[in-house]
T-cell receptor
């Protein structure tokens, strides 16, 4: 699996847009990029997934350049409740009878203040 | 919809005692199942994953073992707990539909070995 590198921590204020970038230089052709959010004492929660270009859902956008060696999670107008750890994962397709190890890196601790 | 049940929520066990944490899933068949441990303030460490009944892969040598006696049941065990086994244990499932799908996590078990 491709190794990922993220900033350890980021600080922001309510109402601002936050962009968290993840580097994955060794991403493979079949790999997707997935982001998870984790609050203290809870399991991670899926945020968004993409393969290339831009993906947007109701909570975030994911920007992936053409070379796919990095990706940026964009959180519009963050609030205090967005304070959490954000993980970037890179992995390939599940194969019938095979497996796809879901390996998390250290994540980015986002702290949102008033 | 896919759901995952994990219990108990908290557990305090003496050193040298056995451990059995159970995870059951619903709403999917032949899922990939995972056990993670998270030490305080740290990232998620993948302990075991399973792609099917009786198929267990261990990621790190340790004092723990895992079993999958049924398609939707994943058990984490130890014969004799160590202080270093303390942590937050999470079970996760990833649908076995053959595509890269999001993972769902249980609520976790906070284990304290005393």
């Amino acid at each position: 699996l491709a190794k990922t590198t993220q900033p350890i921590s980021m600080d922001s204020y309510e109402g601002q847009e936050v962009n968290i970038t993840c580097s994955h230089n060794n991403i493979a052709t079949n790999d997707y990029i997935t982001w998870y959010q984790q609050f203290p004492s809870q399991g991670p929660r899926f945020i968004i997934q993409g393969y290339k270009t831009k993906v947007t859902n109701e909570v975030a956008s994911l920007f992936i350049p053409a070379d796919r060696k990095s990706s940026t999670l964009s959180l519009p107008r963050v609030s205090l409740s967005d304070t959490a750890v954000y993980y970037c994962l890179v992995g390939g397709f599940l194969l019938t009878g095979g497996g796809n190890k879901l390996t998390f890196g250290t994540g980015t601790q986002l702290k949102v203040e008033l | 919809s896919q759901t995952i049940h994990q219990w108990p929520a908290t557990l305090v066990q003496p050193v040298g005692s056995p451990l059995s944490l159970e995870c059951t899933v619903e709403g999917t068949s032949n899922p990939n199942l995972y056990w993670y441990r998270q030490a305080a303030g740290r990232g998620l460490q993948l302990l075991f994953y399973s792609v099917g009944i009786g198929q267990i892969s261990s990621e790190v040598p340790q004092n723990l073992s895992a079993s999958r006696p049924q398609d939707r049941q994943f058990i984490l065990s130890s014969k004799k707990l160590l202080l270093s086994d303390s942590g937050f244990y999470l079970c996760a499932l990833q649908g076995g539909s053959g595509v890269n799908t999001e993972a769902f996590f249980g609520q976790g078990t906070r284990l304290t070995v005393v």
